[in-house]
């Protein structure tokens, strides 16, 4: 197996046994972004230079839990001094003055980063088709979308181009790449990772999660970025949990609810049956699995799609061409300007949001819609939390289908219904993990998601760990 494949634990295991130095680490994967990124284009910024600083301080944080070992960081994070460009062009050339938290975390742990990797820009998208610099393949296919708006993280994951990277979800933005790319993409519970240097889509529902090559690496990851930040106010105050003790293959007793609104959606056969195959391993492992009844998932994309736009429209105000990022230069006064920095710095999708958002939360408009959306969001949030009284856990597909070809999905709205098994996560709060589960008959990856309730992450760990190992498909690798 090539240096590249190996997962973070078996890369420290290596360091450990005096098989592997950091420094052949980090040039087996510079080697595999030179050899492959021309073709899967994962990266918009490529860090040598900060990998190279990483690589030097091996010493004083070997003991770091990522202490050598090479990450990828979702180019909406803070970086401090290295472009963050959101791949918008009304970034494209900004150097923050800052590290996010979770990226500062991830330095303190000793990894090294290799890079800022691509997304839909603002991160408002399903298939990374919405980056204002190029579109990112799919490494298991390259005429394929990776999904989004992570779907730069998990190519690169998927491709071999760094050992784990973060990526940002707010309506299954770690998730659906994650299953369109066969690796394994958690999104924890909403305060579980600090957003402080996060740049903000929609604030409520915003939040940074790992994405790795198997199920103990997330846990790993979790290890280092979760926890309370004083300079996040919607970070959760509790105490430091250990992920890694959750790695047990042992399902014996758990509850699992299967929602029978959610099978009976109109999505693709072959990864319904992947997913309920893998649930009748569970059910062989001890697991205990009944039919629930939820609110339909429709009802929450719904919601999400006037929820999320209306955040957008404030959080975005900001880009002005007065503060910083992009400032037209065919202006005669400032209010030309505030119009063409806009329309020159946004694309068709940032702009749509935009629209709906401000429209969502204007005068006449706030209590038809934006308001009514609110009050879903609390039925839906109840909703779990009642079957979370009786249920460890709810499993649902990731995505209702493989990763769509590039360019197939030209109707904004058929693209937001590649979300529907992902939003109800975000509009809850609650916790959820995509694992693959499978293949379809063209060899695309299939993702499962496992659901817990607030806190819930270490039940997850140790379903989709026990998962894991039934299903025995985590080595299986994307051929580029």
């Not at 005429?143 to 730069?152: D, E, K, L, R, V």
Request: with cysteine; proline share 4%.
């Amino acid at each position: 197996m090539n240096i590249y494949d190996l997962t973070i634990h078996e890369l420290k295991d290596k360091i450990a046994a005096g098989e592997l130095t950091p420094a052949e680490i980090k040039n087996a994967y510079s080697d595999r972004i030179n050899e492959v990124e021309d073709s899967v284009k994962s990266y918009i910024t490529v860090t040598d230079e900060l990998a190279d600083q990483g690589l030097a301080e091996y010493e004083k944080k070997k003991d770091g839990l990522l202490a050598g070992i090479p990450i990828a960081v979702k180019d909406n994070m803070s970086t401090d001094g290295i472009k963050t460009s959101c791949a918008s062009k009304m970034l494209e050339n900004y150097k923050p003055p800052y590290d996010a938290t979770a990226v500062e975390k991830l330095s303190e742990a000793g990894a090294v980063i290799m890079g800022k990797t691509n997304m839909d820009e603002f991160a408002m998208g399903s298939s990374t088709e919405n980056s204002a610099f190029f579109n990112t393949h799919n490494p298991w296919n390259l005429n394929h979308a990776p999904g989004g708006s992570s779907g730069g993280s998990a190519a690169a994951v998927a491709a071999g181009e760094c050992a784990a990277a973060l990526g940002s979800d707010t309506g299954g933005s770690i998730r659906q790449p994650a299953a369109y790319c066969g690796v394994v993409g958690l999104k924890p519970t909403y305060g579980m990772v600090s957003r402080y240097g996060l740049v903000a889509f929609a604030s409520s529902l915003d939040q940074i999660g790992p994405i790795t090559k198997d199920v103990e690496d997330s846990a790993i990851m979790m290890n280092v970025i979760a926890g309370h930040d004083p300079k996040d106010s919607t970070s959760i105050e509790g105490k430091k949990e250990d992920y890694t003790e959750y790695l047990k293959e042992d399902v014996s007793g758990m509850k699992i609810g299967i929602p029978e609104e959610y099978f009976n959606l109109d999505f693709d056969k072959e990864v319904k049956e992947s997913v309920m195959a893998a649930v009748e391993k569970l059910k062989e492992a001890g697991a205990e699995v009944e039919t629930v009844h939820m609110t339909d998932a429709s009802y929450a994309l719904a919601a999400y799609y006037v929820i999320a736009p209306a955040e957008a429209s404030s959080n975005l105000a900001r880009y002005d061409g007065v503060r910083y990022g992009l400032r037209s230069e065919h202006a005669s006064d400032v209010s030309e300007m505030f119009t063409n920095t806009r329309h020159e710095g946004f694309g068709d999708e940032v702009k749509r949001r935009i629209m709906i958002g401000t429209y969502a939360l204007s005068s006449g408009y706030y209590d038809a819609y934006y308001l009514k959306a609110q009050k879903v969001r609390t039925l839906i949030k109840d909703d779990f939390d009642r079957i979370f009284n009786d249920f460890d856990l709810i499993i649902t597909p990731t995505a209702p289908t493989t990763a769509i070809e590039l360019g197939s999905k030209s109707d904004p709205l058929e693209m937001y219904y590649t979300d529907i098994f992902t939003v109800p996560i975000n509009i809850a709060g609650v916790p959820a993990m995509s694992v693959p589960c499978g293949f379809d008959s063209n060899q695309m990856p299939i993702g499962l998601q496992l659901i817990g309730p607030h806190f819930g992450e270490g039940k997850i760990i140790q379903a989709a760990y026990t998962l894991e190992k039934l299903l025995n498909i985590k080595d299986k690798r994307a051929e580029l």
